[in-house]
């Protein structure tokens, strides 16, 4: 994903690129019932297959620089017991969670023929990760706008830089 100075817009960019991507699972989702052919069946699993890889690399790096970079410092200003920070943790986790089931049902979905559980188990994936990206794009950030000084974001980015 992007590399920006500001730890904020770097991870406001990030959601963007997520948001994409939940965009085509939503497409792929629709398509998946209609699928008769193999070929067509075929090419949807590679396709929800990629998605479920960005999950699993790309929205996973993500979290990690939400938990190990952001949340610790802001955490200074608005605690991480309880609030904002402890809802997101819980979110990410439930979202770990629900990627895995998709991922599962993905990955059986060509034996069982059964489509309506990767619809399903996709559908509670985009809306968790949409509602979360919302909760933290209009609340999150702008708490830490509000609190972290230069020097404190500068920390921040330096330590998501390191995340992979």
């Given amino acids: 994903m992007e590399d920006i100075l500001d730890p904020i817009k770097a991870l406001r960019s990030d959601h963007e690129v997520v948001k994409g991507v ?18 067509l069946r075929k ?9 479920t890889n960005f999950i699993d690399k790309d929205l996973e790096v993500h979290f990690k620089k939400e938990e190990n970079a952001l949340f610790p410092v802001l955490g200074n200003y608005i605690g991480s017991e309880t609030g904002p920070i402890h ?18 049902s993905i990955s059986e979905y060509p034996d069982k023929n059964n489509h309506n559980i ?10 968790l990760l949409s509602e ?25 980015m330096e330590k998501m830089r390191t995340i992979k």
């Fill in 22 to 39: 939940l965009n085509n699972l939503d497409g792929y989702l629709k398509k998946i019932g209609e699928s008769t052919s193999d070929s």
């Fill in 118 to 127: 990767a619809v399903t188990s996709g559908r509670s994936l985009i809306g």
């Fill in 132 to 156: 979360h990206i919302d909760k933290e794009n209009n609340i999150l950030f702008m708490m830490a706008d509000m609190h972290l000084t230069g020097a404190e974001k500068n920390e921040i």
């Fill in 43 to 51: 090419n949807l699993i590679s396709q929800l297959t990629e998605i």
């Fill in 87 to 104: 809802v997101m943790l819980i979110e990410h986790e439930q979202s770990r969670r629900l990627a895995k089931d998709f991922k599962l």
